[in-house]
């Protein structure tokens, strides 16, 4: 793909900018957030020309016939609706802009049209070689208020979510597969389900996984806490995002988001930026690995879990030996794999005790050694101290939403 996007980091970036929000300033405060890309921007010279001086991407919309799956009634017509040639005739008045990273083809389609969307992201690809073509799926809860078995099956295509995930991998030749899921308008279990299902169609399909997560909510009263933002990003990290999408910045849909109608700052954009900083602070020692598998280590209550993850009392991998939480903790645990030939281990760890942020609190987590190699432990915030335990191993401990990476020094 284009390297416009620079895919050897972690990309973070966000749904709508509405047109009153482009002058300099608040794009300027845009890029200060954190965010590296905005999705759902129409061909708007001006704010191009802001996105490129301030290192901003625009995924575009408008350029080529969009499309949305919405309640499921168009599925299976996005080829009699929108034929090649619309796309063809799009690309003639095309003028190219450096700030323009991405073409939005699309968004939440049905199975029914994968195969001919296999057709339209090659097409996009050829008459914009300088851009890749986006395209979003469907969450495995679909995306209307009501929501029975035959909607279900209506929208996606498939009689199930994984099928429908595997049709997309069979007919779209993209090397990412990118989704949205909002756990605090839905449920866990669902969100770790979905990630599951994502993140093993990724790995065996050898795509990226990129996500889109929120930031703001579906109804007045509620905002979404830093710790809940810290909660959908590291346990999407844990199994291996490396594109992070918040969900909406300015305008978009629901409600509360981090401008508010006015274009002014709400109590989300200093949330999201500190969280992004913490992002950013521990993706370059991240993106040095990938995640080859994911562990739900604790959980002694399965409540929060779907029937399709069995959670462990301790791990051992390679390189460590009985990984636990003390108590009743709940640990979401990547095991990484150095990227290139290297070989080097490491583990990403998630105290995913407190979803909600209700009751935070410290969680001690210890291990033990598998082999002679030495260990760091580092966090968002830097190095976090290892004690030695009685038996030989290690401690450290994390509060509830936070992240550390055990990196492996032989």
């Not at 669902?190 to 997560?213: E, F, H």
Request: net charge negative.
């Amino acid at each position: 793909m284009t390297n416009r996007m620079n895919r050897n980091r972690l990309n973070i970036g966000t749904y709508h900018l509405r047109p009153e929000a482009r002058d300099e300033d608040h794009i300027r405060e845009l890029a200060e957030c954190g965010i590296d890309f905005v999705i759902s921007v129409n061909y708007d010279r001006p704010a191009l020309d802001l996105f490129e001086k301030y290192s901003l991407g625009a995924i575009v919309n408008g350029i080529v016939p969009g499309w949305w799956g919405g309640d499921g009634d168009n599925a299976g017509k996005l080829e009699q609706l929108n034929p090649l040639d619309t796309y063809c005739k799009a690309a003639e008045g095309f003028t190219d802009h450096p700030a323009i990273w991405a073409i939005d083809i699309g968004d939440e389609p049905s199975a029914l049209d994968f195969p001919y969307y296999g057709r339209v992201f090659d097409t996009v690809k050829r008459l914009f070689p300088k851009q890749f073509p986006y395209l979003n799926l469907y969450p495995n809860y679909a995306s209307v208020a009501v929501n029975n078995a035959s909607e279900t099956v209506n929208q996606l295509g498939t009689a199930t979510y994984g099928e429908h995930i595997d049709a997309y991998c069979r007919n779209v030749p993209a090397d990412y597969v990118c989704y949205d899921f909002y756990v605090y308008s839905s449920s866990i279990d669902k969100a770790y389900d979905n990630l599951k299902t994502v993140a093993d169609a990724a790995r065996r399909t050898g795509r990226d996984m990129w996500i889109v997560l929120q930031v703001n909510a579906h109804v007045p009263d509620y905002w979404v806490t830093g710790n809940m933002l810290r909660f959908q990003a590291f346990s999407a990290m844990a199994f291996g995002v490396n594109v992070i999408t918040w969900a909406c910045y300015a305008g978009g849909w629901w409600t509360n988001q981090v401008l508010d109608a006015a274009n002014n700052k709400t109590v989300q954009y200093a949330r999201l930026q500190k969280v992004n900083r913490e992002i950013r602070s521990i993706a370059g020692l991240y993106m040095d690995y990938e995640v080859r598998g994911t562990h739900f280590v604790g959980f002694s209550d399965r409540s929060e879990l779907p029937a399709t993850i069995t959670p462990l009392e301790a791990l051992s991998t390679g390189f460590v030996k009985n990984l636990r939480p003390a108590g009743d903790g709940k640990l979401i645990v990547g095991d990484m794999i150095a990227r290139g030939h290297g070989g080097g281990r490491a583990l990403f760890v998630f105290s995913a005790d407190d979803y909600r942020d209700l009751h935070p609190r410290a969680n001690e987590i210890t291990f033990g050694t598998a082999g002679s190699g030495s260990f760091t432990v580092k966090g968002p915030q830097g190095l976090i101290p290892l004690r030695r335990t009685g038996d030989g191993g290690y401690s450290f401990t994390l509060m509830s939403n936070e992240c550390a990476m055990i990196v492996c020094n032989d």
